[in-house]
């Protein structure tokens, strides 16, 4: 009986200290994974910081659990008078090679297409699938909807999160971006027509509402555009951030499509 209970005993003591063993694996693998963890999120903080601060246009597409319409920017940038355009071909078209990532689903992947084709209707951009040519977007679900301003040189990417940036407009905004224009409450003429209210902003994202000396093509300023921000766009306070003039309560940035307007101005950008 002895012997039983002392065998017991070990035996228990053995499994007691296999347990403890594995404690400690577990405890290990775990502050390896938060290690993991902590560290990719700096490395993916610095990489935004890093494009962020050159010519990402980022959009503010979920704040506080509400999906706000994508902003929208649609006037030309300067960039555009330096060699970010995108060349016109001999049959005075202008293609843009595209490759779109893998990781999306059948239904997403056609929501994209749908607004790489959409160019194709109003205008002589012509979005084509990638197949040896240097310079081409890259459009990718990564962190948020975001594109460069007019042609970088090589695969430039375009980002199109799963969450919040699959909607028509918002496709046609980056893309209008990737095409040299910027938004439209940047415009150079902007403080005629709105009244950007820096207090309600969300600290950090001042910048988004920097002027810019656009080239705004002889067109108006656009409410409708596809390019003009919504009004809570940015907002730390649930204020609004912006406020038409004269008229505070005129309705603005709302667009589902392009507007005539961002239609225009690309076709006099691109001499279609
Ligand atoms: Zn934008």
Request: glycine residues 4%; charged residues 20%.
């Amino acid at each position: 009986m002895a012997i039983v209970s002392c065998s017991q005993f070990v035996h228990f003591s053995s499994v007691t200290l296999k347990l403890h063993e594995l404690c400690f694996v577990f405890l290990m693998t775990f502050v390896l994974l938060v290690c993991a963890l902590l560290f990719s999120s700096l490395l993916m903080i610095i990489y935004e910081k890093r494009i962020t601060n050159s010519t990402l246009e980022d959009e503010p597409f979920i704040m506080d659990d509400i999906a706000y319409d994508n902003e929208n920017e649609r006037n030309a940038d300067q960039c555009t008078s330096q060699g970010c355009m995108w060349g016109k071909s001999s049959d005075g078209k202008v293609y843009v090679p595209y490759v779109i990532a893998s990781h999306y689903s059948s239904r997403e992947r056609s929501i994209i297409e749908r607004g790489l084709q959409s160019f194709q209707d109003v205008s002589c951009i012509r979005f084509i699938s990638r197949t040896n040519q240097r310079d081409y977007l890259s459009i990718q679900s990564i962190n948020g909807c975001y594109s460069y301003v007019g042609r970088r040189g090589n695969a430039q990417q375009v980002s199109l999160d799963r969450q919040g940036c699959l909607y028509h407009s918002t496709v046609q905004h980056e893309l209008l971006h990737a095409l040299g224009f910027n938004h439209e409450q940047c415009r150079s003429d902007r403080d005629q027509h709105i009244r950007v209210l820096w207090q309600n902003i969300q600290h950090g994202w001042e910048y988004a509402f920097d002027k810019i000396n656009t080239l705004n093509l002889n067109t108006p300023y656009d409410y409708n555009s596809v390019m003009q921000y919504h009004k809570y766009a940015f907002s730390g306070n649930n204020k609004p951030t912006m406020e038409p003039i004269p008229n505070p309560n005129v309705a603005f940035g709302t667009a589902t499509q392009m507007s005539n307007n961002d239609i225009t101005r690309l076709n006099r950008l691109y001499k279609c």
